[in-house]
Each structure stands twice: as structure tokens, then as C-alpha cells.
């Protein structure tokens, strides 16, 4: 059996699976335990409720699993039914307000202005060891409204491409690409200028950008 | 055609992706090359595109993975005990 979670990995394990191996569904799900855990927390705002959500999550997978039918990414598969999950529980808590999650309206506001700085080049990852770092760049992302949070979860933290992402969440690939925009956007005025006190003294370039 | 600051900003996003198509890029590119103003923008979205994507910034509560993989053993034993 090939060993990355590539599709063939997946269609073989999913097989084995359904014939009666079940114990493989471990080593099914785990490479997709990060994104449907970030996913969940960012629709439900707290680890509790994203934990419990994403165990629910699996055990749907798991029950479900002879309905996937390889016409996406198993991840993306995986992660329709956690979003469906994490916006199940929003109903019932009544804590859907007017940034509806399922509202899929993209008007241009047209008056977006970045902050202005004069040069911050080096990218302080060094600096990710101290923890206030990353609480800064959780807070920042925490304050997005949900639309943007969980498009820039899935795009620039998981790291999914622009039709997985749509697919997962719902919305057109459009949509991704607008919402992306403006949570960059909106992160890159909230951080930029706090973030330029964390740049490395030394000059040194980063991926070789910006020198 | 020469495109002003506003313009550059409105395809950010699209510029760091690799997602504008070649004539438009070659513009951004022109303009990147006098304005500081948006090559600082650029760089600075860019950085913070690439430090939200570290892993040590959204890291999995502790215990999570096993407690999750315990509850598919258990999900597992049920469903092998109801055939
Ligand atoms: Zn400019």
C-alpha cells in the first residue's frame, strides 16, 4: 500500500476498510486531524467545543465512509462534514449573527488601505519561539469575522488549494479569492506594524524576496 | 498603462499566489521596482502570510490526537460487537 496520504493511499485504505479492516481507519483520518481541528475552532471560537466537534466529526466519516465517492480529495470530503458538524452546533446555540456563515456575499467595499511602513524585509520566524508571537498572530486572526477566518484557515494555515477550500467551506472558488484577499489584507494592517519590532537585526533575506 | 498604489494593493493577494496573468504582473512588477510604499505592503503581507502558516503558531491542544484516536478504538470495538 503506498504510504503518504496520497488519493491511491486513500481509495486502498477506504477499501480495506469497508472489507473489514477497520482498525485502518487510524491511519485514514490522522492526516486530516489538524485541519478538521482548526476548522472547528475557527466556527466554534473555543478548543472544547472544536475538540468534541472534531470527534464527532470522525465518527461521521466513519459511519459515512461508503458514501465518498472520490470525486474530491478525502480531505476536503472530511472537512465538508466537520463544517457541516461545527454549523449544526452554531444553530442550535443561536449564535449565528449577521457575519453569516452562509451568506456568500462578496460586494467590494472598495477602501481598503494597508499599513504603511517603510521596510520590515526579514520574516521573524526566529522569533515564533517566544510565545507572544504566536498569541499575537492568534489574537489577529481570532478577530477576523468568521467568513474570512475560515477561509484564511484552510488556505494559508492548512495550506489547501483554492478549490478544496472552496469546495469544503461551500462557497464559489471566487469567494475564496475575495475573502483571502481581504483577511491578508485586514491581518497584514492589524500585524504588520507590531510585528515589525520582531525582524531579525541581522539582514538576511527570506526565500531570496523583497532584497 | 501605468497603474497607481490602489490598484497594486487590489491584487495583492492574486500577486503572491502566482494567480494574475502575465501583463498585469509585468505592471505590479514595474511599480514595485520605484514604489517602496508597496513594495513594503507586499513584503509585509508576504511575511505575514508566511508566519501564520508555521506550525508553531496553531498547534493542536495536548492529548488531542490520542484522545481522538481512543474514541475511534472505542467507535471500532462497538461497531465490531454490533457486526
Ligand atoms: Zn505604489
Excluded at chain 1, 478549490?163 to 497584514?188: D, F, N
Excluded at chain 2, 505575514?48 to 496553531?58: P, Q
Aim: charged share 30%.
Amino acid at each position: 500500500m503506498p504510504t503518504s496520504s496520497s488519493p491511491e493511499f486513500e481509495a486502498e485504505c477506504i477499501r480495506r476498510i469497508l472489507a473489514g479492516e477497520k482498525q485502518l481507519f487510524h491511519e485514514l483520518i490522522r492526516p486530516c486531524e489538524r485541519s478538521i481541528f482548526f476548522l472547528l475552532l475557527s466556527l466554534l471560537g473555543n478548543e472544547t467545543d472544536a475538540e468534541d466537534a472534531a470527534q464527532e466529526t470522525v465518527i461521521k466519516v466513519y459511519q459515512n465512509l461508503r458514501l465518498f465517492r472520490g470525486e474530491s480529495q478525502f480531505r476536503t470530503w472530511v472537512l465538508s462534514i466537520a463544517r457541516n458538524e461545527g454549523l449544526g452546533r452554531l444553530r442550535k446555540l443561536r449564535t449565528l449573527r449577521e457575519d453569516s456563515l452562509e451568506a456568500d456575499t462578496d460586494e467590494v467595499t472598495g477602501d481598503y488601505t494597508p499599513a504603511i511602513l517603510t521596510s520590515w524585509r526579514e520574516v521573524p520566524l526566529q522569533a515564533l519561539e517566544r510565545q507572544e508571537l504566536a498569541a499575537l498572530l492568534r489574537e489577529a486572526i481570532q478577530k477576523l469575522p468568521a467568513i474570512y477566518r475560515n477561509v484564511i484557515m484552510l488556505r494559508d494555515i492548512e495550506e489547501m488549494d483554492v478549490r478544496a477550500t472552496a469546495q469544503a467551506l461551500g462557497i464559489t472558488e471566487g469567494s475564496v479569492k475575495v475573502r483571502l484577499h481581504r483577511a491578508r489584507a485586514m491581518l497584514q494592517k492589524e500585524l504588520a506594524p507590531k510585528l515589525k519590532g520582531y525582524a531579525p537585526e541581522r539582514k538576511r533575506s527570506f526565500f531570496g524576496w523583497g532584497s | 498603462m501605468r497603474i497607481d498604489c490602489k490598484h497594486v494593493w487590489d491584487y495583492l493577494s492574486a500577486y503572491i499566489d502566482g494567480d494574475v496573468d502575465p501583463d498585469l504582473r509585468a505592471q505590479i512588477d514595474r511599480h514595485l521596482e520605484t514604489c517602496e510604499i508597496c513594495s513594503a505592503v507586499l513584503d509585509s503581507t508576504r511575511n505575514v502570510v508566511v508566519l501564520i502558516a508555521d506550525e508553531r503558531v496553531f498547534e493542536l491542544p495536548a492529548g488531542f490526537s490520542k484522545r481522538l484516536h481512543e474514541r475511534i478504538d472505542a467507535m471500532i470495538d462497538a461497531d465490531s460487537a454490533s457486526g
